[in-house]
């Protein structure tokens, strides 16, 4: 049995988005992870804005294993950046470092520039919501 009853909302006729989800459908207990920025254990930043995502996504998951929860278990996502030039200049290695740490689940997203973080480093921050599906019961 998966553990993983999601499904996917994708109007008809619409075209699939590439990279995130329009909609999700999810039942379970829900998880509200706080933005996580691309801040390591040691507290730096790396330089690079796709360096900061991979670090900002390995943050999200080390708080929803808190709940054990898995990647596939996000359902939505908002990443506020400090600069949509830098994303998009970087969007092939912040593809990968997704990949890497997300593998191929594509959460509903939403991105958005802002003007800045309240870190003075921070390129990036991202909070998410992750909901676990009930198991049922044999």
């Known amino acids: 049995m998966s553990l993983t009853r999601f499904q996917i909302l994708q109007p008809q ?3 699939r988005p590439r990279g995130y989800s329009n909609g999700v459908l999810a039942q379970g207990r829900q ?14 930043f790396a330089p690079r804005l796709a360096d900061q995502v991979k ?4 943050n999200v998951l ?3 294993a808190e709940a054990d929860g898995r990647p596939e278990h996000v359902v939505r996502m908002t990443w506020y950046l400090t600069s949509r030039a ?5 969007l092939k290695e912040i593809g990968v470092a997704y990949g890497a740490v997300m ?9 958005v520039q802002v003007a800045a973080l309240i ?12 909901v676990i599906p009930d198991v049922a019961t044999s």
């Open 103 to 111: 593998g191929k689940h594509f959460p509903a997203m939403t991105a």
């Open 86 to 90: 830098e994303y998009l200049a970087e």
């Open 62 to 64: 080390a708080v929803l």
């Open 31 to 44: 998880i509200f992870i706080a933005g996580q920025g691309g801040r390591d254990a040691d507290g730096h």
């Open 119 to 130: 870190e003075a480093h921070a390129k990036v921050e991202i909070e998410a919501t992750a």
């Open 55 to 58: 670090q900002s996504l390995e």
């Open 13 to 15: 006729g619409w075209p």
